[in-house]
């Protein structure tokens, strides 16, 4: 199925979350959490991410996890990465259980479109210590896209993850785990890079943002979504399309918030102070910018919806 077409069918079947100018979200994806061990990228940024969810708990966002979340193609068991990354998940079930939590599913943990392999790993889990079960997110429908649609100007903004039409990473996404569970896994701990991933490989990643572009300029709007690790905010003359980035990199957690009607890039790293003492900081990258000015179907002339009109 070509790339347009996937894109398309997400949209059509895509979750709707209505919000206003008085809602909050944070928005990550490819977190790849892990078992801890030396191939787990997420390990070294763990802290810095779970301070960030904890602010975005208590200032009341409601934290959209956009797809790639668990790293289910390198470890078979996800009872291995929730043990790993206890800490974690006990503050996303905050979220869940107060209603503010959204998960998407990507190529890397496609599985959670099986009801039975969510139903089984992730509703419950077994309390080694007072030998009992415990719910975890009980009742969880993970998604592939969702639309956010504005309660009064009815403006859409899509979120998805962004591998559909990755062929290897779509289509062939069962042989690309079995090339990176079995044999990518290892190289990549002593230097050597998937090609078949877009994080790693240059060309691949500027052609799925090539599909991206042709998708907003055929339908109008705005899309958010990851599967690159490359984060991005559109400049003035770029079509509406921002990438939250990753969890993963050497330097930090990049990801986008939504709030007070405006949309705004944001990096959590660690730093020191004045006083040379280490602490996590937040800085905006990009933004805030009314989301409003990528509403290509009610506001046409704005400048970032200028490519339609000259198409």
Known sequence: MKADERLTKAYRHAKVEHFDNNSKYIIFSDSHRGDDSVSDEFTRNQNIFLHALNYYYKEGYTYIEAGDGD????????????????????????????????????NHNIYLKSKRFVRDNYYQYYDEYNQIRVDLFKGLKPL???ILRHKDTKQ????????????????GWFVAMLLLRYFWRYLHVVGFDNPTSPALNLYKRHKVERIYDNWIEQHKMMLICGHTHRPKFPKNDDLPYFNTGCCIRTRGISGIEIINGAILMVDWRIATDENGCLCIHRTVVRGPEPIDNYDCKNNPYTAHCKKYDDD
């Open 156 to 171: 859409k903004i899509f979120i998805i993850h962004g591998h559909q039409g990755d062929f290897m990473n779509d289509q």
């Open 71 to 106: 790293e289910l193609w390198e470890y078979k068991s996800f009872r291995v990465i929730r043990l790993a990354h206890t800490d974690v998940f006990t503050v996303i079930k905050k979220f869940y259980d107060a209603g503010r939590f959204l998960m998407l599913y990507g």
């Open 144 to 146: 592939e896209a969702l």
